[in-house]
Structure formats: structure tokens, C-alpha cells
């Protein structure tokens, strides 16, 4: 196993404007937890409560396709539930904020996932909200329980397109990539 200097990657983070960051796994309660740290924080910065709003709004989504969607699961303690694992970080930059996440998922999903953040990139702001009344209607995934309206909805809370990448990690998994910044 190869050392670690905490030194280093604490300055790698410095450098980098990261304020939040956790790789594991995350619970619902810990999620609270993690999102009332984030509005606390931005409150205290003086951050414009329209922007906190949204910040915490996405970071809980991306948080929540983590727990739910993520290949790497963890079973929880005395219970018979699994929560997905991976790592989710938020950076401040000078014009705006950024929510990154990254987990692993089947190379069977990743073209699915892929082609539905080019399509939502591609729409405009009526015909986002269009294809997100089209696809709230629909009857909920019987896989995953899901309306499968989480990247719509970020994309339009930040009115921003949502960064997509994939690294093939074997001939099973990729560790994937979501990121979007919310402007000031």
C-alpha cells in the first residue's frame, strides 16, 4: 500500500478553493448533517441566500445519486439496506461555486448517462422545463424507484450544463464524474 502524505494532499486542497469534501460513504443522516455544514458555512461568508439555495440543493441531489446509484455499495450496520460509495467535494471560485462528484458505475450505463447529459445540455430553458414536466409524469423507474428528474433539475437550478466524464477503472466499472457550477 502506497504512503500517504496528508501534508501534501491538505495543501492539493488549499490550492484547489475545496471547502467540502468526503470519499465514502454517505447516510441520509449524515447527509443532513453535511448539507446544514455547507448552508452554515455560505451564511457566514454572507453568500446571497438565492445562491446558498441552490448550492445546497444540488450538492443534496448529486449527494443523493451517490447513495442511490453509485456501484461501490456499503451494507449499513444492522440493517439489510446498502448505500452507494464515493466522492463528493465543493469548491468556491472566484465567480461561482462547484459541486463535483465521482463514483463508480457499470460500463453499461455510462453511454445511457452520457447521451441524457448531452441531451439536457442541449435544451434551452423552455424546452428544459418542458422535458422536465414530461418526464415527472412519468411512471417511476421500476429499477431504481425514480422519476429520473435529479440531472434536469440541476442543470435547471444552476442554469449551467452539467460536466460529464468517465474513466474505464476494469472491463466492469467506471468511476464517473459530475460536475456544475452555480454562478455568484
Request: glycine content about 4%; aromatic content about 10%; some cysteine.
Amino acid at each position: 500500500m502506497k504512503d500517504i502524505d496528508l501534508f501534501d494532499w491538505y495543501k492539493n486542497i488549499q490550492g484547489s478553493n475545496i471547502f467540502f469534501a468526503i470519499n465514502g460513504t454517505i447516510s441520509h443522516s449524515l447527509l443532513v448533517e453535511f448539507g446544514e455544514m455547507i448552508k452554515s458555512r455560505l451564511f457566514q461568508i454572507e453568500e446571497e441566500r438565492q445562491v446558498i439555495k441552490k448550492v445546497f440543493a444540488i450538492f443534496v441531489e448529486l449527494a443523493q445519486n451517490l447513495m442511490n446509484y453509485s456501484s461501490a455499495k456499503v451494507k449499513i450496520v444492522n440493517t439489510d439496506k446498502y448505500v452507494g460509495s464515493g466522492i463528493i467535494l465543493l469548491r468556491e471560485n472566484a465567480d461561482c461555486y462547484e459541486v463535483i462528484s465521482g463514483n463508480l458505475v457499470r460500463n453499461s450505463k455510462i453511454d445511457m448517462i452520457r447521451s441524457k447529459c448531452e441531451y439536457i445540455n442541449s435544451l434551452n430553458k423552455t424546452e428544459l422545463k418542458e422535458y422536465y414536466k414530461a418526464e415527472k409524469r412519468k411512471p417511476l423507474n421500476k429499477e431504481t424507484l425514480s422519476a429520473g428528474i435529479g440531472l434536469i433539475d440541476i442543470v435547471r437550478k444552476a442554469n449551467n450544463p452539467i460536466k460529464f466524464m468517465a474513466n474505464q477503472k476494469d472491463e466492469n466499472l467506471s468511476f464517473m464524474e459530475l460536475s456544475i457550477k452555480i454562478m455568484k
